[in-house]
């Protein structure tokens, strides 16, 4: 009996999941390595990263999302290492999933402008239920009628899974577009001894970085406004992302809106997800940012939104390395000149 709750609890999570099979960041490009393993290794130097994601906090225990991440460029090999640390967890039951990711990328300088990445992800995932915080009735016993219940005695049901994707990136000082597919072996990640694979992932992003002025006099600050979009499409579910942001050191601000309005959800509802609003402050080697989902699905604002923060930390090998040929090194495509 137990089991068979555990499938209809675990099956209402995935429902409630559906849109989006894995855990996602409003700030996308706020977590590189988790978008597109291409993009390790894309920075002069070591580069940390550190998400926290509250998801539908009004909820009581909904999703809570962390991430963090390390890469850094072997420019002598024109390769880029990384490591990403994911952890999920949803429920009252404390439904986890942690998955420990190494990635490589290799790199080839097409012109003094352009660069091509190819990355590969290889992760170690683990997935978790707590039975312990759930009561079932076989769980119950009566020494005496009408007295209290004695519990049995539960445990915590886990499994892991080995998993592979890999991507591709092209940019430019300005110019990014790239793609990458996860989880190509499907591993199979059910708690229950059933089959529950991990639908593919395929994600396409891309964008430019405009600057707003282009005089003749140099300035220590130049506004720029970067539009990108990010589309996902894992298990016969899509999204898209798109939006804007304005860059003003020190200060950054983007509002992002996920949905695709031309079309309908299963329950014949417009696709639309959130409308998101960014706020964030860059300084020489540490950004820090926020992020608020404003939901406008059927769900409504009963849920909370969603709460994101984001930290990035940047090491200075200048010191301790000679990198050749250092003017072909373009920064990592984002918003910021990185």
């Known amino acids: 009996m137990k089991n068979t709750i555990l499938v209809l609890l675990l099956s209402t999570v995935n429902v409630l999941i559906a849109l989006g099979q894995d855990p996602e960041f409003s700030q996308y490009y706020a977590q590189p390595l988790y978008l597109n393993p291409a993009f390790s290794g894309t920075s002069v130097d070591h580069r ?41 967890k949803a429920g ?27 990355g590969l992800n290889f992760g170690l995932g683990f997935r978790s239920v707590d039975y312990t915080k759930l009561r079932f009735y076989d769980e119950l016993e009566f020494d005496t009628p009408g007295g209290p219940p004695i519990v049995k005695q539960s445990d915590t049901q886990n499994t892991s899974y ?14 990014w577009l790239g793609f990458a597919m996860s989880h190509l072996n499907r591993p199979n990640r059910s708690l229950v001894g059933e089959e529950s694979q991990i639908p593919i992932k395929t994600t396409i992003h891309g964008g430019v970085r405009i600057p707003l002025y282009h005089g003749v006099f140099k300035k220590d600050r130049i506004a720029a406004i970067a539009p990108s979009f990010v589309y996902k499409t894992q ?36 696709s639309q997800d959130a409308v998101v609003v960014i706020l964030g ?9 926020y992020s608020y989902d404003i939901t406008v699905s059927q769900l409504g604002p009963i849920s909370g ?14 010191s301790q390395v000679k990198i050749r040929k250092k003017e072909r090194f373009i920064p990592c495509p984002t918003f910021n000149r990185d």
């Open 235 to 270: 298990g016969g579910f899509d999204q898209l992302d798109i939006g804007t942001y304005f860059l003003y050191e020190p200060v950054v601000v983007g509002v992002w809106y996920r949905g695709i309005p031309i079309q309908q959800n299963v329950d014949d509802h417009i």
């Open 48 to 88: 940390f990263h550190a998400n926290y994601r509250n998801q539908w906090p009004n909820i009581t225990n909904a999703f809570q999302t962390y991430a963090f991440s390390y890469d850094y460029n072997l420019d002598q090999y024109n390769s880029g290492l990384g490591v990403l640390l994911m952890v999920d």
């Open 281 to 289: 402050f860059q300084l020489e080697k540490v950004e820090l940012s």
């Open 162 to 175: 080995f998993d592979f994707g890999g991507g591709m990136l092209a940019y430019s000082r300005k110019f």
């Open 92 to 118: 009252s039951a404390n439904l986890k999933s942690t998955q420990a990711n190494f990635q490589y990328a290799y790199k080839v300088h097409i012109n003094d402008k352009w660069v091509l990445s190819s």
């Open 305 to 318: 939104g969603a709460h994101e923060v984001a930290l990035k930390f940047k090491v200075d090998l200048a």
